[in-house]
């Protein structure tokens, strides 16, 4: 359907009017940050992709599990709604793929009580970034996966919902049914790949080559910061810990296989000591280990290359394994 | 003979096992820092895209290394051995006058990086050459901030110069601009800045200078050996958990930044690194200036500035 307007800051408006908290793209100098903001003009959509990743919406970086005394005295949970506005392709998959992490199996009850409650608004691309790599890995970034999406295309906004919580979100909106060439216009606009890089996955491949010394190689410059991992949308690595002897809290806040404390175990051996095994852990977890739960864990937003302080540089290292 | 050539020549001379130099990616034309076996050497590249530190790749090698190091570069490998972590006989150093480097992410706003070939400082424009053409742009408008207040762009050790000797000069012109604000807007203006931060420590963990196997910003201690009882364990000392939020992210650079006094070398890795932009510069370069103007010390001096504050202690 069409709208006339700004349909994102619209749907702001109306999502803080409901009682939502609100993640947007908002604008520090500049760049832009996924961020919960408290007024439509906090956010700003002249973006393609945020620094951090929309997962701070439903995976905070700091959260407070349990509250302590003497017993167990308060367990936050979430109970607002949430939304994410301007969520892009990659983002939006990739909350599909934290799904699967903390709610298959094992359920989180923290994550759950947010992620029930979520409405996704994703924006689909126009143009990609240098380091985007999202079509190899099977991701249409001008069709993402979300409750509604939309995409501006010459002048016009489409909006369209395929979830029920989409749907009902929608009906607060004055829409128009495209017309027949308008509709062919859409048609085209989804199925006109963007320029961008390719990623080459071989699993096979990857799976000889655990022991091979390419991965020396590969990490000699690494810093073992948290870069790349913070920055993924689909790194889902935690810490839990307590602050506060008799009273106080216990903490879940993000970790980093990247860091050499996160395998050090109580007995002083660290299995992965060195930074060219943490390194390759990371590959290995994007496109190997997390098989087992049904997809690669990337969805080639290209952050980890971007900003990786090192140059070190995902597509090359994983199409260039041997 | 242009400049990369001479860098070329000088590796080859240099009988060095091991070259730590640039090389230019081919998606984009950042250039990483690469260890090369001599035989490579042909694969390296030099320009003002060549923004990286490779002081502490060094303290990663064993046996004979030749480097390319840029003012900056060169004191943070002078910092390392005056501080007893890199060996000068095991290092041949060809060093490069250097006209300042470019800030990467000023110059993705000015050209599709992804059609760029090519880049050379000519007189005072960065000439990108393109895959199709060539544009000009003042090299003020993309310079790295950081080379604008550089006190030795001239290397300050070396086998090899390349390049006309250049002066620097100190300046805190900015910092005392800073100074001048109160302290209600100082506070102000850091709390905005470090509520950004998400504790990424990539500037903890890319500074030459950070090379503590045990840095006491980590949440807790690498000194557990199987020998530690459960209350040791315990009980080791924990200053910052990983806990995100402006008033822990103050601590941590307020720690971070203060075991650099007299140290930083002002290479502008830290700020170069931050994904969240912070301006981490500043805080280092205030350092510097505490240092310079209240202990009276110089980086130049042979001493390490703590050595040289336990003399003058007793
Ligand atoms: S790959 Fe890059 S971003 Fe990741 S830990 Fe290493 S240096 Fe940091
Ligand atoms: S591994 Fe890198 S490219 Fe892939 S999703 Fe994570 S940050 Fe994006
Ligand atoms: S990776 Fe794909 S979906 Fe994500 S910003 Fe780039 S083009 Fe868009
Ligand atoms: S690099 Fe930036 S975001 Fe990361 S810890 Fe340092 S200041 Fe914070
Ligand atoms: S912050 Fe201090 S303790 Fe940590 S690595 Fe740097 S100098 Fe060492």
Redesign the interface.
């Known amino acids: 359907m069409i709208y006339e307007g700004e349909f994102l800051k619209d749907a702001i408006s109306k999502l803080l009017a409901d009682g939502y908290r609100v993640f947007a793209p908002s604008r520090?100098?500049?760049?832009h940050?996924f961020r919960e903001i408290s007024s439509a003009e906090e956010a700003d959509f002249n973006y393609i992709l945020p620094?951090?990743s929309a997962k701070v919406a439903v995976f905070p970086?700091?959260e407070i599990l349990i509250e302590y005394g003497d017993w167990i005295e308060r367990v936050p949970m979430e109970e607002k709604r949430i939304a994410i506005v301007g969520v892009r392709a990659c983002d939006a998959k990739a909350i599909k793929l934290l799904d699967k992490h903390f709610l298959e199996g094992f359920v989180d009850p923290y994550y759950k009580s947010r992620r029930e409650k979520l409405l996704t608004i994703a924006i689909a691309c126009n143009n990609a970034l240098?380091?985007c790599f999202c079509q190899s890995l099977g991701i249409n970034p001008r069709k993402p996966e979300a409750d509604v999406v939309v995409s501006e295309i010459d002048g016009r906004v489409f909006v369209s919902a395929d979830t029920e919580i989409g749907k009902s979100f929608l009906q607060g909106f004055n829409l128009r049914n495209e017309n027949e060439e308008e509709l062919e216009i859409k048609k085209r606009f989804e199925s006109e790949e963007l320029k961008m890089?390719e990623i080459r996955v071989d699993v096979e491949k990857l799976k000889k080559s655990f022991d091979s010394p390419y991965w020396k190689e590969v990490a000699?410059?690494c810093?073992?910061?948290?870069?790349c991992t913070?920055?993924c949308p689909t790194c889902f690595c935690f810490?839990i810990?307590d602050?506060g002897e008799k009273r106080g809290v216990r903490?879940r806040?993000?970790?980093?296989c990247q860091?050499?404390?996160h395998t050090?175990e109580?007995?002083?051996h660290n299995p992965r000591a060195e930074k060219w095994q943490r390194l390759r852990n990371r590959f290995y977890d994007k496109f190997y280990y997390t098989l087992r739960k049904g997809n690669y864990y990337c969805v080639g937003c290209g952050r980890c290359i971007d900003?990786c302080?090192?140059?070190i540089?995902i597509?090359?290292a994983i199409s260039e394994v041997r | 003979m242009n400049e990369i050539e001479k860098i070329k020549d000088a590796l080859k001379s240099s009988n060095a096992e091991k070259i730590v130099a640039f090389v230019r990616?081919?998606?984009?034309p950042?250039?990483?820092?690469?260890?090369l076996s001599p035989n490579e050497v042909d694969k390296i590249s030099f320009s003002p895209l060549s923004l990286?530190n490779p002081a502490?790749?060094l303290m990663?090698i064993n046996g004979k290394v030749a480097v390319v190091a840029k003012g900056c570069d060169s004191m943070a490998i002078r910092q390392l051995i005056k501080e007893g972590k890199l060996k000068r006989e095991n290092l041949f150093i060809v060093g490069i006058s250097c006209k300042g480097v470019v800030d990467y992410?000023k110059l993705?706003?000015f050209v599709?990086?992804?059609e760029v070939n090519d880049v050379e400082l000519n007189g005072n424009d960065l000439v990108l050459k393109l895959k199709n053409g060539e544009k000009r742009i003042p090299f003020l408008e993309v310079v790295d901030e950081n080379c604008l207040y550089c006190g030795h762009p001239t290397p300050v050790i070396y086998d090899v110069l390349i390049g006309e000797p250049r002066e620097g000069k100190r300046d805190f012109s900015d910092i005392e601009q800073f100074e001048r604000l109160s302290r209600e807007e100082r506070w102000n203006y850091w709390i905005s800045q470090f509520e950004?931060c998400?504790?990424?420590?990539?500037c903890?963990?890319?500074c030459p200078l950070c090379y503590c196997e045990e840095c006491m910003v980590?949440?807790?201690n690498?000194a557990?050996?199987?020998m530690?009882t459960p209350e040791e364990?315990a009980s080791y000392p924990r200053i910052l958990?990983?806990?995100?939020?402006a008033r822990d992210n103050t601590i941590y650079h307020l720690l971070r930044v203060l075991h650099h006094a007299g140290r930083c070398v002002g290479c502008g890795?830290c700020e170069?690194?931050c994904?969240?932009?912070l301006p981490l510069r500043m805080l280092e370069r205030k350092l510097e200036k505490v240092v310079v103007e209240i202990f009276g010390y110089d980086l130049n001096e042979d001493i390490p500035f703590f050595s040289k504050l336990d003399i003058v202690g007793d």
């Open positions: 520090v100098g500049d760049f940050v620094r951090n970086q700091n240098i380091n890089r000699i410059n810093k073992s910061c948290g870069v913070y920055l810490d810990y602050e903490i806040t993000w970790d980093s860091f050499p404390l050090l109580s007995s002083s900003f302080p090192a140059g540089d597509v090359n | 990616k081919e998606s984009e950042r250039e990483v820092l690469k260890v990286n502490k790749l990663q992410r993705a706003k599709n990086l992804s950004r998400i504790r990424c420590h990539a903890r963990s890319v980590d949440p807790s690498l557990v050996s199987p530690s364990k958990g990983k806990t995100v939020n890795e170069r690194a994904p969240m932009e």
